[in-house]
Antibody, heavy 120, light 111 residues
Framework: QVRLQESGPGLVKPSETLSLTCTVS????????WSWIRQPPGKGLEWLGY???????NYNPSLKSRVSISIVTSKSQFSLKLNSVTAADTAVYYC??????????????WGQGALVTVSS | QSVLTQPPSVSGAPGQRVTISCTGS?????????VHWYQQIPGTAPKLLIF???NRPSGVPDRFSGSKSGTAASLAITGLQAEDEADYYC???????????FGTGTTVTVL
């Protein structure tokens, strides 16, 4: 079981870019898919996108034009950028490890979550 | 934009059995993609409860079981305990969205 830890600013101004980093420890970042998932206050979970350790990405179509995920394997870190944020992007942001078997993937390890508030 | 529908809430007395449904469509569950379940205690990160429709990770009590049929899946909790009070989410893959999708979430209350 790996440990994941989100880090980044907890407050972002409207129209600016939200940036978060997830640091992986206790296991290798190589050979796995890594996802970002968010949860607005009092609401459900929304998958934002994933990145493979090789750099291949896939994003939620509803956010595709605003979201970007990158990875630095040498630092065991992957990062999320969400631009042009609004109050609707206020949420707890989780990073997670994808466990994929036969084309089916689930999230078996999660970070503790980072609350990001969009406000001026 | 959840494409997997769950009942908002279910409740039961200690010791009873409750089930949570997860209804999808031919582009996700009905297309053959596995369903996974997560438990979320308020204020904490979700925890994997069931993977691959019916498999329990190490450490998850056998009171929790999952099944899938057609375009739907379900999670059953038998011998309900106070510690089972939490939010539960199903998750799968959707070909139309080409990505992962979560259910709308269900709050379990132990009476």
């Amino acid at each position: 079981q790996v440990r994941l830890q989100e880090s980044g600013p907890g407050l972002v101004k409207p129209s600016e870019t939200l940036s978060l980093t997830c640091t992986v420890s206790g296991g290798s970042i190589n050979g796995h898919y890594w996802s970002w998932i968010r949860q607005p206050p009092g609401k459900g979970l929304e998958w934002l996108g994933y990145i493979y350790y090789s750099g291949t990405t896939n994003y939620n179509p509803s956010l595709k034009s605003r979201v970007s995920i990158s990875i630095v394997t040498s630092k065991s870190q992957f990062s999320l950028k969400l631009n042009s944020v609004t109050a609707a992007d206020t949420a707890v942001y989780y990073c997670a490890r994808d466990n994929c078997r036969g084309g089916s993937c689930h999230f078996d390890d999660w970070g503790q979550g980072a609350l990001v508030t969009v406000s001026s | 934009q959840s494409v997997l529908t769950q009942p908002p809430s279910v409740s039961g007395a200690p010791g009873q059995r409750v089930t949570i449904s997860c209804t999808g469509s031919r582009s996700n569950i009905g297309a053959g993609f596995d369903v996974h379940w997560y438990q979320q205690i308020p204020g904490t990160a979700p925890k994997l409860l069931i993977f691959g429709n019916s498999n329990r990770p190490s450490g998850v009590p056998d009171r929790f079981s999952g099944s899938k049929s057609g375009t739907a899946a379900s999670l059953a909790i038998t011998g309900l305990q106070a510690e089972d009070e939490a939010d539960y989410y199903c998750q799968s893959f959707d070909t139309g969205l080409s990505g992962y999708v979560f259910g709308t979430g269900t709050t379990v209350t132990v009476l």
